[in-house]
């Protein structure tokens, strides 16, 4: 498995999904938010940023202007435009 395919089977890698969805900017900084163990997938404290996020999960974010809920609704396949990243999820209130 190279660097550029990170999907398996229906999932993708935390680090990646954050910067396809636009939640950071670079992926390097994803793997950094990642390795920080303040993001939840499922209620479940996550350090690696490896961890793989598939169609269904909830993510809990610490985010600069607080803490965001959300559900994947879609893994995207590049980094689009902020409309596609945002319609592959939805906030959880």
């Not at 089977?9 to 163990?37: N, P, S, V, Y």
């Not at 793989?52 to 689009?80: E, F, I, M």
């Amino acid at each position: 498995m190279n660097d550029d395919d990170d999907t398996e089977q229906g999932a993708l890698r935390l680090d990646k999904w954050l910067w396809l969805t636009r939640f950071c900017k670079t992926r390097a900084i994803g793997q950094k938010l990642a390795g920080k163990g303040r993001i939840r997938i499922n209620g479940r404290v996550v350090d690696k940023s490896h961890a793989l996020v598939r169609v269904g999960d909830v993510l809990t974010l610490p985010l600069p202007a607080g803490v965001k809920v959300v559900r994947v609704l879609s893994l995207p396949a590049r980094r689009g435009a902020a409309p596609e990243a945002q319609a592959s999820y939805e906030a959880v209130p």
